[in-house]
């Protein structure tokens, strides 16, 4: 997520600079902006897109709905928000840490979560419509303070334990509460009731801790290996076999879940939920979950269910995440300057990621507030365009590009942005300063 400003030198991705480059030197293709990580921000592009269409879209059962949308987006948008989230993290705390001011790394990570969490709260004050990921995203980030100096391989370690480990404790905690979730967007209504709120966060929500630190440590991960091949001039190749290895996880979580399924899945999910059908399960099974496997049972964890958290779904995204962040970045890297002049404004709105969805949410609001106000006044007989479908998409999707051509032109961060980096900033500063007082 971009909550940050992006480094500007030796960024996985972008064009390295010439011997003898100072601060303000300029790479061949992008006019008078300063080196960015073009790759990345499209990315974080496609990731606010696949979630638009994720709240916009028709769902299943509703006139309209595309059943191939669903497939692409459900679980996997909001994945690769997650993991370009980690990769957020390394990016922001690379400088301070590379200085030795590691409190100054850690305070200001700590603060860009808890910024996070904030908004979140308020933006869950508004109609019910989608369920807002940023308190669970800014815990998440708070979480991954004592994991800013973790190698690559421990950082998979720890993500590989929690997508084993977590999804057993999730489903057996709901199913101890007998809940199927709880929290939604964890509004400050919500956060009120502390013990459920913290429990919600950490698990029972739909968006939980305990899977979302796995993605998160993947993305950092990610940069971290990303960053170490530009140094040795081997990004190009890296990138390749990540893309490759996303291509694999995606196309053996996908193969490996419907033969479990097949052989013997269905079967134990129906002796599971006796008083449905085979084909009621099947629609069980092929729509999103809420944070947690369906059940307890063998089957449960041993499907890529979206929003279950369950180990394939986890792979499945991570796949997906690989495949479009290596395909941004080898694209940003092969397109010419005309071309990246071009795509500038999905750059920056890309780079605005935290102020696009915060508009998205708020859009989406108003239009809840309008279906409300219309159900009030005597009902309908068909969802308006202007709530669901692609048209409604359209018109979010060009409202994002909108604030990425008045952003490129202005050649300015988001305003959101542009508030929780000074915030941030000030409080790594303030760490600096103790750490070196002392």
């Not at 972008?14 to 300029?26: E, L, N």
């Amino acid at each position: 997520m971009s909550l940050h400003p992006i480094p500007e030198d030796r960024a996985p991705g972008a064009r390295p600079r010439s011997a003898g480059a100072g601060r303000d030197a300029v790479p061949t293709g992008v006019g008078s902006r300063p080196t960015r990580l073009v790759g990345i921000d499209l990315a974080r592009f496609l990731a606010v897109l696949g979630m638009m269409a994720a709240h916009l879209m028709p769902p299943s059962g509703y006139p309209g709905h595309v059943p191939w949308v669903s497939r692409v987006v459900d679980g996997n948008a909001s994945t690769l928000f997650a993991v370009l989230g980690g990769v957020s993290v390394v990016l922001a705390s690379r400088s301070a840490l590379a200085r030795g001011e590691v409190a100054a790394a850690r305070w200001t990570t700590a603060t860009r979560g808890l910024l996070v969490v904030l908004l979140g709260a308020t933006l869950a004050l508004g109609p019910a419509n989608v369920v807002v990921v940023l308190v669970y995203f800014g815990v998440t980030l708070v979480c991954a303070v004592p994991f800013l100096r973790v190698r690559p391989g421990w950082l998979l370690a720890w993500a590989g334990l929690l997508a084993v480990v977590g999804p057993v404790a999730n489903a057996s905690v709901r199913a101890a509460l007998d809940v199927e979730g709880e929290g939604g967007s964890l509004g400050w209504g919500e956060l009120v009731d502390s013990l459920v709120a913290l429990r919600a966060v950490v698990l029972t929500g739909t968006y939980p801790v305990v899977t979302w630190l796995v993605y998160v440590l993947v993305g950092m991960a990610l940069a971290k290996v990303l960053l170490a091949a530009r140094e040795a001039g081997t990004d190009r190749r890296l990138l390749v076999r990540l893309l490759a290895w996303g291509v694999v996880l995606v196309a053996g979580s996908l193969t490996l879940s419907t033969l479990v399924y097949e052989v013997a899945g269905r079967a134990a999910a129906l002796a599971a939920y006796p008083s449905f059908t085979g084909p009621q399960v099947d629609l069980l099974v092929g729509e999103s979950g809420w944070g947690a496997p369906l059940d307890t049972g063998w089957w449960a964890l041993a499907l890529q269910t979206p929003h279950t958290g369950a180990p394939l779904d986890v792979l499945r995204g991570v796949g997906v995440a690989l495949v479009v962040v290596s395909a941004m970045l080898l694209l940003a890297a092969a397109l010419p300057g005309w071309a990246l002049r071009l795509v500038e404004p999905l750059r920056a709105a890309g780079a605005a990621l935290l102020t696009v969805y915060t508009l998205h949410v708020l859009g989406v609001g108003v239009t809840g507030l309008m279906i409300e106000a219309l159900a009030r006044a005597g009902g309908f007989t068909e969802v308006p365009w202007w709530y669901l479908g692609p048209w409604i998409f359209a018109v979010h999707a060009a409202g994002a590009v909108l604030v990425g051509v008045v952003l490129a032109t202005l050649g300015r961060k988001g305003p959101l942005e542009t508030a929780v980096s000074a915030a941030a900033r000030r409080t790594g500063m303030w760490a600096a300063g103790l750490g070196r007082s002392r």
